[in-house]
Nanobody, 122 residues
Framework: HVQLVESGGGSVQAGGSLRLSCAAS????????MGWFRQAPGKEREGVAV???????SYADSVKGRFTISKDNAKNTLYLQMDRLEPEDTAMYYC?????????????????WGQGTQVTVS
């Protein structure tokens, strides 16, 4: 049974930083992707950053150079370090997992989702 629980969201001024965490259970071993997605009001859910079991990463163009995805396999935790935040980054952020090595930031690939954590940048 896969469970994903996000934390770390909040309100921050433009230019600030936040670090999101996703505690994962039931996602172990090899052959899976994990990632961060976001959805702003009135907009479709979009991929932010993903990582496969080998550690290869992909980012949306809008966050390259500002966001960093990482994972701690010992703690079964996924992170998203967000620096130089912009008002356009305001959204609900979701952690997701997919049982495939062919990772992409396409949300339709992902089967398992957390409940989300809100990020607001003003």
């Amino acid at each position: 049974h896969v469970q994903l629980v996000e934390s770390g969201g909040g309100s921050v001024q433009a230019g600030g930083s936040l670090r999101l965490s996703c505690a994962a259970s039931g996602v172990t071993g090899s052959g899976y992707c994990m990632g961060w997605f976001r959805q702003a009001p009135g907009k479709e859910r979009e991929g932010v950053a993903v990582v496969n079991t080998g550690g290869s990463t992909s980012y949306a163009d809008s966050v390259k150079g500002r966001f960093t995805i990482s994972k701690d396999n010992a703690k079964n935790t996924l992170y998203l370090q967000m620096d130089r935040l912009e008002p356009e980054d305001t959204a609900m952020y979701y952690c997701a997992a997919a049982t495939t090595e062919g990772c992409s930031i396409w949300a339709g690939l992902y089967t398992y989702w957390g409940q989300g954590t809100q990020v607001t940048v003003s």
